[in-house]
């Protein structure tokens, strides 16, 4: 029996919300099918946690997956990466996350990786300053706006700098860091983004 059109349009646009820089991305998402829902099932599902499956990131690569509306950037950090936060730190404007703890940086989170376990950075990608979707820098080289980038983000908009932790750089129109969105692992290849608790 085949699929109804609406069906088959929502598949589609869960795949399209959760394409891959990398490559092919697999997401477990947990809001299936939500054109075919009643208007409350609707609702709640799209604020729902989304589940993704992290264990094909390879090092250095992200993926991009959309929360309640929001892309939601996943980066695999190599050692190079963790080094460079490190090195980081005297070019950021909030190194430790002390600003606005509890709306932007999650307990588990406060710390100088900005992530519950160092190799995966997890944030949402909307820049502090007015909204707009930072571009990933994320190699080491001189760049029209740094001639010692370390690798980050880019906002093009203003010009606003991040680190690989989303840290903002100092001296920038942006006032704060990327935010950290509430999200545990499930296992060691999954991740709920949207949740921090185990129910
Ligand atoms: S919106 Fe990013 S710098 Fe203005």
């Avoid at 005297?90 to 606005?100: L, T």
């Avoid at 710390?111 to 997890?122: D, G, H, M, Q, T």
Wanted: charged share 25%; glycine share 8%.
């Amino acid at each position: 029996m085949s699929d109804k059109p609406e069906f088959n349009q929502a598949r589609r646009n869960i795949l399209i919300a959760t394409t891959c820089a990398g490559g092919a991305a697999t997401v477990a998402a947990a809001v299936p099918f939500v054109s075919s829902m009643l208007p409350s099932e609707r609702a709640k599902a799209i604020g729902a946690p989304v589940e993704v499956d992290i264990g094909y990131l390879a090092a250095g690569d992200m993926m991009r997956v959309e929360w309640r509306g929001q892309p939601v950037w996943i980066l695999h950090r190599t050692k190079e990466m963790l080094d460079a936060v490190k090195a980081a730190k005297e070019k950021v404007a909030d190194p430790n996350s002390e600003r606005k703890p509890s709306e932007l940086t999650p307990e588990y989170a406060r710390n100088e990786f900005r992530s519950a376990k160092p190799e995966y950075l997890v944030v949402v990608g909307i820049c502090s300053h007015l909204g707009c979707s930072p571009s990933d820098r994320l190699k080491p080289g001189p760049e029209a706006f740094d001639p010692e980038w370390k690798g980050g983000f880019y906002c093009p908009c203003h010009g606003s700098l991040f680190d690989l932790a989303g840290r903002v750089y100092k001296n920038k129109p942006a006032p704060d860091n990327l935010k950290v969105p509430p999200y545990m692992y499930l296992s060691d290849a999954k991740l709920l983004i949207g949740e921090d608790k185990k129910a």
